[in-house]
C-alpha cells in the first residue's frame, strides 16, 4: 500500500486560514448529532482489503486484496493481488496470480483495468509498499481486461511506479515513479506512449495523483523527504497541476496529515485523511476552494484510503476491524447521496485564496 505515511503518535496542525471559509450547504453532514456517521456497511464476502475504487458503473470495485498466492516479506502470512467485486459483495474475481500488486483503477470505458505489480520481477527485493526508503523496486504498469487476460506491460524500467489511476476521458494515465529515492508524477497514453514527466522536485515527494473532471487538472499529495522519519506524522499538502506540469497550486497550508486525497466528482471537493486525538485516523471532506475541512468517519479505528464513486453517491474507505492498527483491514461503503458531490454540481476547478498568515 504505497501513499501511507509513517506515524507513531497522534497531532493535529491548527488551521492557517486567517478568514476561514465554510464548506457551504453542499458539503454540509446530514446527520443532525456532531461525531455521527452518515450509513455504513461492510462489503462482504471478500478477503482482507484495501486501497478501493469504483468502476464507471459505482457498483464494481477494485482494490488490493489479501491472498495467500501473493509474495509477501517474511513475518507476513499474505501479500496483496488485484481484484474486482461489487460493493455488494458479488462477481468477485482474482485479476492477477503471482508478484504482489499495489495501486489500481479502472478505465472509464468500464473494459479495461490499469494496475501495479512486480509479477515480472520476482527475483527483485520484496521490498516495503508502506516506506519509501524500501518501496519493492520492479513494481511495473499493466493493463488487462476486466477477467485479467490480454495483459499488456506498459513500463520496463525496474524503478518504483505505482499510485496509478487514469483521467475521466481515458485519454491519459497518471502515475508516481520513483528515481535514486526521488518521487515525482508522470503522465502517458493507455498504450505506454507519451511518456511525460509531470512533477521535477528534489525534495518534494508527490504521489496520489487523480484527474479532475475537466481532464488536465491533476489533485494529488506530497511530503518532504528532510522532514521524511524526523516530524511524525509526516506533514502532507495538497496540490493541484496542469498535466502539463503548469498552474502548480497550493491547496492546504495547516502542516497537517493531510493523507490520501480523492477528488469529488463536482470538481471542487475531495476526500482525505487525518489524525485526531488519541492516533485516530479518520476520514475528512475537504473543499479545494479553502475552509475547514469536514470530519466524516467517527470510529476509534484506522479510517483511510476514502474514494468515491463516480456518481458521487458512495464513498469507499478501508476501516481496521479489530486486533490492532490497521490490522484487518476491510473495504466499507459510505452513503455520502446526501453530501451533493456528483458531476452535476461541477462548475470547474475553483481557484484558492492563501492564508494571509502562516506559520
Known amino acids: 500500500m504505497p501513499d501511507k505515511p509513517t506515524s507513531s503518535a497522534a497531532r493535529r496542525g491548527l488551521t492557517l486560514f486567517a478568514a476561514s471559509l465554510a464548506l457551504g450547504a453542499t458539503a454540509a453532514l446530514a446527520a443532525d448529532a456532531p461525531g455521527k456517521e452518515l450509513p455504513v456497511r461492510l462489503i462482504p464476502n471478500v478477503p482482507k ?19 495467500p498466492q501473493a509474495l509477501h516479506a517474511e513475518g507476513r502470512e499474505t501479500g496483496a493481488l488485484t481484484y474486482t467485486f461489487t460493493d455488494t459483495g458479488t462477481d468477485v474475481k482474482r485479476i492477477n496470480d503471482r508478484g504482489q500488486d499495489a495501486c489500481s483503477y479502472f478505465f472509464p470505458d468500464g ?15 520484496i521490498g516495503n509498499w508502506s516506506d519509501s526508503d524500501d518501496y519493492p523496486q520492479g513494481a511495473e504498469l499493466y493493463i488487462s481486461d476486466l477477467d485479467g487476460k490480454n495483459i499488456k506491460r506498459l513500463t520496463n524500467n525496474k524503478y518504483y511506479e505505482a499510485e496509478v489511476s487514469v483521467s475521466p476521458n481515458g485519454e491519459w494515465i497518471v502515475f508516481g515513479r520513483q528515481i535514486d529515492g526521488k518521487m515525482d508524477l508522470w503522465r502517458m497514453r493507455p498504450d505506454g506512449s507519451g511518456e511525460q514527466q509531470i512533477t521535477f522536485t528534489d525534495d518534494w515527494q508527490e504521489g496520489a495523483p487523480f484527474y479532475l473532471p475537466d481532464n488536465e487538472t491533476i489533485l494529488y499529495r506530497a511530503w518532504k523527504r528532510s522532514e521524511y522519519g524526523k516530524i511524525k506524522p509526516t506533514p502532507m499538502t495538497v496540490f493541484t497541476i496542469k498535466h502539463d506540469g503548469s498552474d502548480h497550486t497550493v491547496r492546504t497550508f495547516d502542516r497537517d496529515m493531510n493523507w490520501a486525497p480523492y477528488p469529488a466528482p463536482d470538481g471542487r471537493h475531495y476526500v482525505f485523511v487525518r489524525i485526531v486525538e488519541g492516533n485516530n485516523w479518520e476520514v475528512f471532506l475537504g473543499d479545494l476552494a479553502g475552509g475547514e475541512p469536514q470530519r466524516l468517519t467517527f470510529n476509534p479505528g484506522f479510517d483511510g484510503f476514502p474514494s468515491l464513486s463516480p456518481d458521487g453517491k ?46
Open 49 to 67: 482489503n484495501a486501497e478501493a475504487y469504483y468502476g464507471p458503473d459505482s457498483l464494481h470495485v477494485i482494490a488490493q486484496t489479501q491472498d
Open 111 to 125: 473494459k479495461r483495468l490499469v494496475w501495479t505489480s512486480t509479477r515480472d520481477n520476482l527475483d527483485m527485493p
Open 314 to 359: 458512495k464513498m469507499l474507505f478501508a476501516r481496521s476491524t479489530g486486533g490492532g492498527f490497521m490490522s484487518n483491514l476491510y473495504t466499507h461503503v459510505m452513503d455520502v447521496s446526501s453530501l451533493n458531490l456528483g458531476p452535476e454540481n461541477y462548475k470547474g476547478v475553483p481557484g484558492i485564496t492563501p492564508p494571509k498568515e502562516q506559520e
